[in-house]
């Protein structure tokens, strides 16, 4: 009951994260899980990989409900979304069949880089610009790019926002439709890797009652519960607090755990 009520609480900070932010949130999600996990008995060589496993199956959920807010708005380019589809699905599964193959220590310098280099991005990086609302992307260029993204996601853990919202704004998406895009893809980086992490895991991998190869259930469910119904108001804090700021303390943040990986990888 304790580390439900924890995995529940946990929930709130991710949701409110990546409603504040949009991105942030997974990263956050797998540092916590990767440093709970072995207090249930997962063992220590193991223990990225479950946390890997179980943040991106709780992202199926979360990224869902992202999907259904801005499709309500009409946010979601469903065109773009069906091409990239294709390659986030494949590009999860091969991810989390290559991170599976990696140590628990590589895979924790994996996600240290990964998080220095988008503190570095949000630090550095200037308001996007506002972008056309009749660009719809599309094509077979699009299905290449999700499976690099997914199989990115997958190693790392996320939903693939950081990358998919970039590569739309720089199309001449808008942002907001751009943030729309990616939820949606987001649910399909989830499932794709998740299944990937289940399916492809060796026999026995976790020894927790409710795990499925990698994935840890209980985990999962409690943690996409909870985040569903903290994003709005992460949502509404972005909207009252300064863009550029939240940004730049979130840049920190991401180094302070992006190095807080390197040091567990080194001892």
Same mark, same amino acid.
């Given at each position: ?9 946990? =929930? ?15 990263? #956050? ?10 207090? &249930? ?7 990225? /990989? ?19 807010? /801005? ?9 773009? #979304? ?12 091969? =991810? ?18 990964? @998080? %220095?280099?988008?503190?570095? &991005? ?9 972008? /056309? ?14 499976? =690099? ?20 704004? %720089? ?13 949606? @893809? =987001?649910?399909?980086?989830? *499932?794709?890797?998740? *299944? ?52 730049? #303390? ?16 080194? /001892?």
């Amino acid at each position: 009951m304790t580390f439900l009520l924890i995995y529940l609480l946990l =929930g709130v900070a991710v949701g409110v994260l990546a409603g504040l932010l949009g991105i942030g949130g997974g990263l #956050v999600l797998v540092g916590a899980l990767a440093w709970l996990l072995p207090m &249930q008995g997962v063992p220590m060589d193991a223990a990225m /990989h479950a946390a890997l496993a179980s943040s991106l199956a709780s992202i199926v959920l979360t990224a869902a409900a992202s999907a259904r807010a /801005h499709h309500r708005r009409g946010s979601v380019l469903w065109p773009t #979304v069906a091409w990239m589809v294709p390659g986030v699905l494949l590009g999860g599964w091969l =991810g989390s069949r290559f991170a599976i193959a990696l140590d628990d220590g590589v895979l924790r310098w994996c996600v240290a880089g990964y @998080c %220095w280099v988008i503190a570095a &991005q949000m630090w550095l990086s200037k308001p996007p610009a506002t972008g /056309h609302a009749d660009v719809l992307p599309r094509g077979p260029g699009y299905t290449a790019a999700g499976g =690099g993204i997914g199989i990115v996601s997958a190693i790392i853990g996320i939903g693939g926002g950081s990358l998919t919202v970039p590569l739309l704004v %720089w199309r001449g998406v808008a942002p907001v439709r751009a943030v729309g895009t990616s939820s949606a @893809c =987001g649910i399909f980086i989830g *499932l794709g890797s998740a *299944l990937g992490y289940a399916l492809q895991a060796p026999a026995g991998a976790l020894p927790l009652a409710g795990s499925v190869g990698y994935v840890y259930l209980p985990a999962a469910i409690a943690v996409a519960a909870t985040s569903v119904l903290a994003a709005p108001y992460g949502t509404r804090l972005a909207h009252a607090l300064s863009g550029p700021v939240l940004k730049r #303390v979130f840049a920190v943040f991401l180094l302070v755990v992006g190095s807080t990986f390197a040091y567990s990888a080194l /001892h």
